[in-house]
């Protein structure tokens, strides 16, 4: 469905876009331009970053939405029960710094459990990424099936954040969080899910359908 949101930026924004946006008044009127052209540079620049334009959410029976913005860089078979249903499929979504960073719920369910882990920053494309980046995991309870949201930090990526808590339910598309700058995210699915995407694959968030579940 579409945002109700007045204003389309996350509200991580407002505060240090409104810094810059004083700093650019103050430095114009005084005609400062070492003052207003970075103020200015770093406005459009957290704008451009934290957008988060609406979305209308398919509203399909069994369908399983993007979680994230960005780039399908590969899609593999989950070994790790811990991390997601065994035996499922994982779809890896690379966002660039030019991507929306918002994390959207995949499907409508509840929120089971969160696990944040502490780590490194290497780059999201980066094969140790996943095993070495800060990272969270969101589980997710969709009747009978099991998803996870994974949300990985990257090279300049500082903070992960996250939106939801055990317990709450969720809407499919539902906004749940999102990672500060070039960044990934992982989709857990079940074994049942049929995938609807492929490799080199772009994604929206809450608007592309990566797969289906029987209902």
Not at 24 to 36: D, P, R
Not at 154 to 182: N, P, Y
Not at 185 to 211: C, D, F, I, K, N
């Amino acid at each position: 469905m579409p945002s109700r949101r007045r204003f389309p930026i996350d509200p991580e924004a407002y505060f240090p876009a409104i810094v810059a946006a004083i700093g650019l008044v103050i430095g114009y009127a005084f005609g400062w331009w070492i003052l207003w052209v970075p103020c200015l540079i770093a406005l459009v620049l957290l704008l451009g970053f934290f957008r988060d334009p609406p979305r209308r959410v398919p509203q399909i029976p069994g369908a399983v939405v993007s979680p994230a913005d960005g780039k399908v860089t590969a899609i593999t078979v989950n070994q790790d029960p811990e991390a997601g249903p065994a035996g499922g499929p994982v779809i890896s979504i690379f966002l660039s710094v030019l991507d929306v960073h918002i994390n959207r719920a995949p499907y409508a369910g509840r929120i089971t459990g969160l696990r944040y882990r502490p780590g490194d920053f290497l780059n999201a494309l980066n094969v140790d990424s996943g095993k070495r980046n800060e990272a969270n995991w969101i589980f997710m309870e969709c009747g009978r099936h099991h998803l996870t949201v994974r949300q990985i930090a990257g090279l300049i990526a500082r903070r992960i954040v996250c939106r939801v808590r055990k317990g709450d339910r969720v809407r499919r598309g539902q906004r749940i969080g999102l990672i500060r700058f070039g960044s990934r995210t992982e989709l857990y699915l079940p074994p049942e899910a049929r995938v609807q995407v492929e490799v080199g694959q772009r994604v929206s968030g809450g608007r592309t359908v990566v797969a289906y579940l029987p209902e």
